[in-house]
């Protein structure tokens, strides 16, 4: 038995020993010759993993809950698939491995630090990649997690066939490295097949983890095709591009380039020039403060791009203080107008390109004016969005007096829906909805459209004569048709069409023109033009697979009232329509007869019908020959035009198809 008096010194031997023990370890370790180990863990690793690995000069290990080792001529090589023949081979590298993970088969490397190394990384698009330490390289779970890399100098490589990327990047590191971003980058290549290069500078540790505590300085100068990109800010993880905070300038040719680079469906602009402010958490993209131009118009607000869910979502509010209508040909499909193009600070920065072939015009009769632009059924159906865009003051619209809009866009699950459309027009509104389902081959359109209260005097400001007339137009668009643009979808088209105007003025000299009453139009031309009193007009049509046939055309002056039919061809782009006018007053030097409107839209033409009018000049040249001055008695007009019903007129013009219109005529414009 060991007494009472001998246990305090057992004691204190068991722990001399046991502390003899420790130093013993702690000097094995410091001093263990791990260069001897190179050969084993050479031959291990390489046996393992299925590729050569190999320390070249010599190791070093210090171990403790994170084991950091430090190898002096490192050269481990890719696959055999792989383009590059190194995955990293490099002067020397040292890293810090965390122990508990590495016991259960994962590796955690909180940091990375690599002296000129040469970096080849490439991913297949069958999800093989060379940084997986695995012999199945398409196995994520074996892809090292790294939280922070440091380079003194070097190269990379990174090869994606399906980013249609291959770029290079080249590292150094100032010498001195005082100041925030003292790691300098400059990358060439390809970005989507197209050619890419960047540059910048950045802070000397590039976090590749959330769990590091702050963010790291960047900067970016970078050219992907025709865009350009500026930035300056700082990210947190660089693996995910994830909470980054930064400020940028963006410009290039066309916004719609921007789906094939970034994913995000955007309509086609003229160039642009952007810069707002940038952030980035989690899955979601936010661009705020956005300030610039498209085209000759100014573009501002915010927009945010989500891509936690499997389909993209884009929301915000964008507007316009001044839009040149000229902007908006590429959305809608139109060729850009004829004329120079304006000079801005978008179009002057953006990149230059080749100036195109000059195309030969179209032969006559055969230029179309509907947009055939194609709508592009896999962009609509990549994203969802939620966006408002308005414009406060439209200008130099040649077709239509624009004066403001807004327009909410709704795009799910591969139906676009434009609800509410808002725009002013020539004083009054048009307001209504288009629906777009690309679910549908071809895709199936769906549009209402309400005019109310347009101002005739302002609805033809190009025509001189026009400007005094007086009088508010009212109508309806209802349409549904199928296609692939603008023009498929109403050459399919089918519904009805309305147009209605009550009480006002028009100029007398354009109902002269049109019924070509010559000695009616001389004494306007010698004296000036006066106004003469409109009762009502109204228009309805028919829609039936393009095809546009009039139900009711008349419209019922004091002076004359005319009276039309025929057809408007939308898949052709032809006119077929007859006015017949009935002047209500005496006139000489009067040719009455049926005006046929004929021709294109792209070259209308309109003129006498042939036919009625032969006869009538037949007769004068007949009693000419008798006596010159009989000649006029052929032309001379009794007037035999009576009022029309207009409030029939009107009921007869909304009683079929389209309903609302009428009632927004006032009841005294009916009598």
Not at 87 to 97: C, G, N, R
Not at 491 to 496: N, P, T, V
Request: proline share 6%; with cysteine.
């Amino acid at each position: 038995m060991i007494n009472s008096s001998s246990r305090p010194v057992l004691l204190k031997r068991i722990l001399a020993g046991v502390l003899a023990l420790v130093v013993v370890l702690v000097l094995l370790i410091a001093f263990f010759p791990w260069d001897a180990l190179r050969g084993p863990i050479n031959r291990h690793v390489s046996d393992q993993l299925g590729r050569r690995f190999e320390i070249t000069r010599h190791l070093s290990v210090n171990l403790g809950r994170t084991i950091t080792v430090r190898a002096d001529g490192v050269e481990f090589a890719n696959p055999e698939w792989a383009r590059k023949p190194y995955l990293v081979k490099a002067t020397a590298a040292e890293f810090d491995i965390k122990l508990l993970p590495l016991l259960w088969g994962r590796i955690e490397l909180p940091r990375i630090a690599l002296t000129e190394p040469e970096i080849g990384l490439q991913i297949e698009p069958d999800g093989r990649r060379t940084w997986a330490l695995s012999r199945d390289t398409s196995d994520e779970g074996a892809v090292p997690r790294i939280d922070a890399l440091l380079i003194d100098r070097g190269t990379l490589d990174y090869e994606a066939s399906a980013q249609g990327a291959n770029i290079n990047v080249q590292f150094s590191l100032a010498q001195e490295a005082t100041g925030q971003l003292p790691l300098s980058y400059k990358a060439t290549g390809k970005w989507k097949n197209d050619p890419f290069s960047a540059s910048g500078r950045t802070g000397g540790v590039l976090q590749l983890s959330k769990d590091l505590e702050a963010p790291f300085p960047i900067e970016v100068n970078a050219v992907a095709g025709k865009t350009s990109l500026k930035a300056k800010g700082s990210i947190a993880n660089l693996a995910d591009l994830a909470g980054i905070d930064a400020t940028f300038d963006l410009q290039g040719r066309n916004l719609e380039e921007l789906y094939k680079l970034l994913g995000v469906v955007l309509p086609s602009t003229p160039p642009y020039k952007l810069r707002g402010k940038l952030d980035k958490h989690g899955k979601v993209w936010a661009a705020t403060q956005i300030q610039g131009t498209l085209g000759s118009s100014d573009l501002s607000g915010a927009l945010s791009f989500d891509q936690s869910a499997a389909v993209p979502l884009l929301t915000g509010k964008v507007q316009s203080r001044l839009l040149d209508f000229a902007d908006l040909a590429p959305v809608i499909g139109l060729p850009p107008p004829a004329g120079p193009t304006p000079t801005n600070a978008a179009a002057s920065t953006a990149p230059t390109e080749a100036a195109p072939v000059k195309k030969a015009k179209a032969a006559p009769g055969t230029r179309k004016v509907l947009p055939v632009a194609t709508l592009d059924v896999t962009r609509i159906k990549a994203m969802n969005a939620d966006v408002v865009y308005s414009a406060a003051d439209i200008r130099h619209v040649e077709v239509l007096p624009l004066d403001k809009g807004s327009v909410h866009v709704k795009l799910n699950a591969g139906v676009l829906q434009l609800e509410p459309i808002s725009l002013g027009i020539a004083g009054g509104t048009v307001a209504g909805s288009i629906r777009v389902d690309a679910n549908l081959v071809p895709a199936a359109f769906d549009t209402r459209l309400d005019v109310r209260a347009v101002q005739l005097n302002k609805l033809f400001p190009a025509i001189e004569t026009s400007k005094s007339s007086l009088g508010k137009i009212s109508g309806q668009f209802d349409l549904k048709g199928r296609g692939s643009s603008v023009a498929q979808m109403l050459g399919s088209a089918s519904g009805d069409v309305a147009v209605l105007m009550g009480k006002g003025e028009i100029s007398n000299i354009l109902l002269e023109f049109m019924g070509l009453d010559g000695g009616e139009v001389i004494k306007f031309l010698v004296r000036g033009d006066r106004n003469v009193r409109l009762r009502c007009a109204a228009a309805a049509f028919a829609v039936n697979q393009g095809l546009m046939t009039s139900k009711t055309i008349v419209l019922d002056t004091t002076d004359t009232v005319i009276n039309g039919r025929g057809n408007i061809n939308l898949a052709n782009e032809t006119l077929d329509l007859i006015l017949d006018p009935a002047p209500k007053d005496q006139s000489i030097l009067s040719l009455r007869s049926p005006l046929r409107i004929g021709g294109t839209f792209a070259s209308p033409s309109a003129g006498p019908d042939k036919g009625a009018l032969a006869g009538r000049a037949g007769v004068a040249i007949a009693l000419g020959v008798l006596n010159p001055l009989l000649a006029l008695a052929a032309t001379i007009e009794t007037g035999p035009g009576q009022d029309e019903n207009c409030s029939a007129i009107l009921s007869k013009a909304t009683s079929t198809g389209v309903s609302g219109v009428a009632s927004r005529i006032p009841a005294s414009a009916k009598k």
